[in-house]
């Protein structure tokens, strides 16, 4: 059941373009310092199923990155049990989305390279061979794949910024207006009545 949940997450990360292969010939000797581990957790939901979640491990970026450069907005807990109230005062229809592999959806403004190591590297092989295998190198008698992210990936400290980014500009697009004292909370007037949008992180309430 876990390699069947890692092959789910590592396809994720193939399907939705990520990252691409390259040369580790080809990195500096700083670039291969830099370069972040990929880790991978299994976890069992309560209905027993065995989930995989896959993320960079962004402590190397810490010394580089300031908490200004790498801070997202996230919903205050006022706008929550405000808006909470006026959905039940107004009656309004409520859905909880969860967006997945949110931050894979993100485009990367950054030069980030990440390194995958053993049974995880084989995964990706295995996804599309003529793509990943002459990339993939011995280090230490274990198989090794370094990548450049092309998208944001959970785990590298601006990723959730990337997504909020793209998240509220998609909202002015499709016509909603960020609210100026909290930039987690979008509303747009459908038919006569308005629609909020909060949001933290990936997961949105919906109300309208």
């Not at 880790?39 to 010394?63: T, V």
């Not at 859905?95 to 894979?104: E, K, N, T, Y």
């Not at 992210?149 to 909603?176: D, H, I, M, N, Q």
Request: charged share 30%.
């Amino acid at each position: 059941d876990g390699l069947t949940a890692l092959g789910k997450e590592m396809e994720q990360l193939h399907t939705r373009k990520v990252a691409k292969p390259i040369d580790s010939m080809d990195l500096t000797k700083e670039q291969k310092r830099a370069t972040l581990r990929y880790l991978m957790f299994l976890s069992k939901k309560r209905c027993g199923r065995i989930k995989a979640r896959g993320c960079a491990d962004g402590r190397k970026q810490r010394e580089k990155t300031s908490k200004e450069e790498a801070s997202a907005p996230t919903v205050a807990i006022e706008s929550v049990m405000l808006s909470a109230t006026i959905d039940a005062m107004e009656g309004r229809d409520i859905a909880p989305v969860d967006i997945p592999g949110a931050f894979m959806q993100a485009g990367i403004d950054e030069v980030v390279h990440v390194k995958f190591k053993g049974e995880i590297a084989e995964m990706l092989v295995k996804l599309d061979p003529k793509l990943y295998r002459k990339y993939v190198k011995d280090e230490h008698g274990k198989s090794v794949l370094y990548v450049e992210l092309l998208k944001a990936l959970y785990g590298t400290l601006r990723a959730a910024l990337l997504f909020w980014k793209l998240l509220s500009s998609k909202l002015v697009l499709w016509g909603f207006k960020i609210n100026p004292y909290d930039l987690c909370v979008a509303n747009k007037m459908i038919d006569g009545k308005q629609c909020t949008i909060l949001w933290h992180v990936d997961d949105l309430k919906i109300s309208h």
